[in-house]
C-alpha cells in the first residue's frame, strides 16, 4: 500500500476528472503515446461510486494531476474561472 493513496472523489470532481482525463485521452491518441492508461483510468474512475475513498496508484494518480493541470490551463487561457478544477487538483495532492 506504500505506493498508492486513497481519494474521496465528490460528484463534480469526479466530472471536473473524467473531463479532463477525456481531453488528455484524445490528445494522447493523435500522438499514439500513453492512450491505454488514460483510457484504463477513465473506466475506473468512471465506475468508482461518488463519496467512497477509493485506492488510486502514484502512477494514476500522476497522470490525474497532469490531465486536471493541463485542463486547468486551458480554462485560465480562455479567462474562466478554476476554482473546481483548483479543487480537484488539492484533491490529488
Known amino acids: ?3 498508492t493513496k486513497k481519494i474521496k472523489l465528490t460528484r463534480a470532481n469526479k ?3 473524467i473531463s479532463a482525463l477525456g481531453d488528455y485521452y484524445y490528445q494522447q491518441r493523435v500522438v499514439n ?3 491505454r492508461e488514460t483510457g484504463y483510468l477513465i473506466l475506473k474512475v468512471d465506475s468508482l461510486p ?3 475513498k477509493s485506492v488510486f496508484t502514484i502512477e ?3 497522470l490525474a494531476r ?3 493541470n493541463q485542463l486547468r490551463n486551458k480554462k485560465i487561457q480562455q ?3 478554476t476554482d473546481a478544477t483548483d479543487d480537484m487538483l488539492l484533491k490529488l495532492f
Do not use: C, P, S
Open 15 to 17: 466530472i471536473i476528472l
Open 33 to 35: 503515446t500513453g492512450w
Open 60 to 62: 494514476e494518480i500522476h
Open 50 to 52: 461518488v463519496g467512497k
Open 79 to 81: 479567462g474562466q474561472y
Open 1 to 3: 500500500m506504500r505506493n
Open 66 to 68: 497532469t490531465a486536471v
